[in-house]
């Protein structure tokens, strides 16, 4: 028997076999598999497609966020005014209120990405 092994592969080299023709196979596997990975990765870095009708819903997400934060900020302002009897000051309060949470609302959609 032929005492001579394969690195790695822990079995006997057959007859007539040379150790040249099994590193050609290996690096050939090696460069298969290294095609197919950066195949995935590629595909996988590719950037989003942006088209018209995706950026136009992000804006019409962001306004409609911040139109109801200011809106919502003034009914509640009113309701208060007619509860309360403070005519000018629960509007305007409430609606500055309204107005931060709208722009919250619309630096946190910024920040998310979505």
Do not use: C
Not at 89 to 98: D, E, H, K, P, W
Not at 103 to 108: D, H, N
């Amino acid at each position: 028997m032929n005492d001579d092994r394969r690195e790695g592969g822990g079995g006997e080299v057959p007859p007539g076999h040379s150790d040249q023709d099994d590193l050609a196979g290996r690096k050939a596997r090696l460069e298969q598999t290294l095609a197919k990975v950066k195949g995935v990765r590629d595909k996988q870095r590719a950037p989003e497609r942006t088209d018209f009708g995706t950026n136009y819903s992000k804006a019409f997400r962001l306004a409609s966020e911040f139109t109801g934060g200011v809106l919502v900020g003034a009914v509640l302002g009113w309701g208060f005014d007619q509860l309360l009897g403070t005519s000018p000051i629960g509007l305007v309060v409430f609606l500055l209120l309204g107005f931060a949470a709208g722009v919250m609302a619309m630096v946190r959609t910024g920040r998310s990405g979505d």
